[in-house]
């Protein structure tokens, strides 16, 4: 009899640990322990890198548009990026080597020149590639390590390749998530910038926001490939900064913002009232998901 308490109480501890451990994974999987990294500690303004390409800059500026909050909140940042449209990490590494190995051997006297790191890999490989896409990071930050090593690194989770209204939307936004936070787990001091989860949630309509003006996606566009607009872009900013600064910025009055999506239009300064259809809405849901 007892050997068989002993034996059901083992069984049971088995069971119990495997819950355990299954409970974390998705809890992670859902975001509740998703890690926050820590910035090197620094005397002088922090400096932060973007590399990626049309997804952190295209119709708008994720680099330009983070300072413009940063300036406006007597944040001080020095802001940097490496971008090639519609290029792999390893192929806008490639493509900018000779500023990018500048970039990677300048020193700063607190030992990392670089506080932060925003990584943003192509869509197909975030979704579909995933040893290609740890190997592209990995690269990446290894190289930013030789001046950096305590840098805090951030992954970008994407946002799935089709519009809101298609049936597989869901299914590519889990398996991107998925494959964003096994990335991030592998890397030093690393963290999630959830642009996928904050874009999800303004297409929901959270905080009384309407994603659709006039029949049209206010968040995206594209023919080819969806880019963030000045919705899109004005959110992922936000997002950035409260991740960063875990408070809520104060809202400039004008950002540089994009005029339309033709051959012709350009980004200009506009009252962001104008320009962004709810812009309380919005950082009410990126604030929500630093």
């Known amino acids: 009899m007892k050997k068989q308490i002993l034996i059901f109480s083992i069984v049971t501890l088995f069971f119990c640990s495997c819950n355990k451990n299954i ?10 322990n998703i890690p926050h990294p820590k910035p090197p500690k620094t005397n002088a303004p922090p400096r932060i890198l973007f590399i990626g390409n049309s997804q952190t800059e295209y119709f708008v500026s994720a680099p330009i548009m983070f300072e413009e909050f940063c300036r406006a909140n007597n944040q001080r940042m020095n802001v940097d990026q490496l971008i090639t449209i519609g290029a792999s990490l390893q192929k806008v590494y490639n493509t900018n080597k000779t500023e990018a190995n ?29 040893e290609n896409y740890k190997a592209n990071v ?4 290894e190289k930013i390590h030789q001046n950096s090593p305590d840098v805090a690194v951030y992954i970008y989770q994407g946002i799935p390749p089709v519009p809101y209204t298609d049936s597989d939307y869901m299914k590519y936004r889990n398996k991107m998530r ?27 309509g959270k905080n009384g926001y309407k994603y659709l003006v006039g029949n049209k996606d206010n968040l995206r566009y594209g023919k080819h490939t969806l880019h963030l607009l000045n919705d899109g872009g004005f959110i992922q900013s936000i997002l950035l900064y409260a991740t960063i600064f875990n408070k809520k910025p104060m809202i400039p009055k004008k950002l540089l913002l994009i005029t339309g999506t ?13 320009a962004i259809s ?6 009410e849901i990126a604030f929500n998901n630093r």
């Open 102 to 130: 500048q970039n990677f051997s300048n020193k700063d006297k607190d030992g990392n020149y670089y506080d932060y790191v925003v990584v943003q890999e192509a869509t197909d490989i975030a979704l579909s590639e995933l």
């Open 262 to 274: 033709g051959y012709f239009d350009s980004m200009r300064k506009q009252e962001v009232a104008k």
């Open 278 to 283: 709810n812009p309380e809405a919005l950082k």
């Open 138 to 141: 990995q690269m990446i930050i």
């Open 23 to 32: 409970s974390t994974e998705n809890q992670t999987a859902l975001g509740k």
């Open 178 to 204: 998925k494959n964003d936070i096994s990335v991030m787990g592998f890397i030093k001091n690393a963290g999630l910038l959830r642009v996928g989860d904050a874009v999800k949630d303004a297409y929901d």
